[in-house]
């Protein structure tokens, strides 16, 4: 799915690799986006609320879930590894 692909594209350049340059303001803009329209639930859960368009059929089903009224994607690539839970010491 391109969404998530451009969702691990940006991690691994501006997380991993430590970008700059031209697609830096991309990749920013684009996380700003990301912030703004993603929850995380209690069970560790992330979501990225949709906007009301149509989403290829292509998607699978499974990754599209409601809550509180509104269609998200699961966008399990940026939940927190459970062996990361708590070990923040």
Do not use: W
């Amino acid at each position: 799915m391109e969404f998530l692909e451009k969702i691990r594209e940006m991690y691994e350049k501006v997380v991993i690799e430590k970008e700059s340059g031209d697609l830096m303001m991309e990749h920013e803009a684009f996380a700003r986006l990301l912030g703004r329209r993603t929850v995380v639930l209690n069970d560790q859960s992330v979501l990225f609320k949709l906007f009301d368009l149509a989403y290829p059929p292509s998607t699978p089903e499974v990754l599209i879930v409601t809550h509180e009224g509104d269609k998200y994607l699961r966008v399990d690539c940026l939940q927190e590894p459970a062996d990361a839970k708590g070990a923040s010491t």
